[in-house]
């Protein structure tokens, strides 16, 4: 049995065409290739959504993918463009966007968000999503739509979108569709559960190893001059500083949250508060406990860790910053 099989083919080619006549969202139709995927999983099937701006109309191609190449299944129904001329009008590699008149160059871009790209947090942020989208593909997620309807409702209250006036132009702000929107609620959902598939039972077992990253630390903190070590002492030495106008005060955050520097704090230490230089000394720490409160973030903690070994298993290469400024992603 080879990539090629006829009734792979076949079969290809009628989802294709129910997809593209459909003009089904690319999460419906990760989910109507999974049979496929099953019955032929040699092929290393994927399927690809594009929406042709210059008719509105909908393609959709399967992609069969062997060691030696990939074959395109495609679809286009009369009177939509055949998939050869789709996109035909192409941008230069080179362009990032047009504003009015004026297109943004990526090397511009770069050069402007050069203090993110140097942050690798950034960097493990966006190959996070590439890892988490290629898992969903070969693992769809089942969604019920009051599930999706509870989900889109509760971004909407989240971003203040409580009318429909209010949503389209939050949308045409982004450059979304409605379509857009909705494909965007399934995949939170669906990161979800992919989140608490990965996280299971392993919560309480990993708690107990990084219990103290979970403590609570207890910050004084005063952005002129510094503070005694003392928990008595530099809480009255910040009682006094706002007593006298002086910005400081006392902040809580979880250990794994704060800055490595106040985390690791035996003494006074150089940090930053909302963006303010200060002093700061811990206090107190408090013990954590596995609340209500603490489990969502040792939930995440685990996901991270799973995330963490997926990249360092991967090849990532990265075409528009040099080699060593992203190498730590891995």
């Known amino acids: 049995m080879t990539t090629l099989e006829p009734a792979l083919l076949d079969e290809a080619l009628a989802l294709v065409r129910e997809l593209t006549t459909g003009r089904a969202s690319l ?28 008719d509105g109309s909908v393609s959709f191609d399967v992609l069969l993918r062997e060691p030696a190449g990939t074959v395109s299944v495609a679809y286009s129904p ?37 203090f993110l790209w140097y942050d690798h947090d950034v960097l493990t942020r966006l190959v996070d999503t590439c890892l988490i989208a290629a898992e969903l593909e070969l ?11 509870a ?15 209010s949503t389209a132009r939050w949308l045409a702000g982004r450059g979304l569709s409605a379509e ?14 992919l989140r ?45 500083a706002v007593r006298d106008g002086r910005a400081a005060g006392v902040l809580r955050t979880v250990a794994a949250a704060a800055a490595p520097e106040v985390r690791d704090a035996t003494g006074p230490v150089s940090t930053v508060v909302a963006g303010t230089p200060v002093t700061a000394v811990v206090v107190a720490r408090e013990p954590a406990e596995l609340d209500t409160a603490t489990r969502p973030l040792v939930e995440q ?9 997926r990249r360092a298993a991967t090849d990532i290469e990265w075409f528009w910053l040099p080699r060593d400024r992203t190498a730590p992603t891995r």
């Not at 999460?27 to 042709?52: I, K, T, Y």
């Open 139 to 149: 693992h769809p997620v089942e969604m019920p739509d009051d599930e999706l309807q």
């Open 196 to 240: 608490a598939h990965v996280v299971g039972d392993r919560v309480p077992a990993w708690f107990a190893r990084h219990r103290s990253s979970f403590d609570t630390l207890v910050v004084a903190w005063t952005a002129e001059g510094t503070l005694p070590t003392g928990r008595e002492a530099a809480l009255a030495a910040v009682a006094a």
């Open 301 to 309: 903690a685990v996901f991270d860790e799973w995330l963490a070994g």
């Open 151 to 165: 989900a889109a409702d509760a971004y909407r209250r989240a971003k203040g979108l409580l009318d429909p006036a």
């Open 180 to 193: 857009d929107f909705a494909d965007l609620v399934a995949d939170t959902v669906a990161v979800g559960r």
């Open 78 to 114: 009369t009177p939509a463009l055949p998939w050869p001329l789709r996109g035909a009008i192409r941008h230069s590699d080179h362009h990032l966007a047009r504003v009015g008149t004026r297109t943004l160059w990526v090397g511009e871009a770069l050069t402007a968000l050069d």
């Open 27 to 54: 999460l419906d139709a990760r989910h109507r290739l999974a049979p496929l995927r099953e019955r032929w999983p040699q092929a290393d099937l994927a399927v690809v959504r594009d929406e042709e701006t210059s």
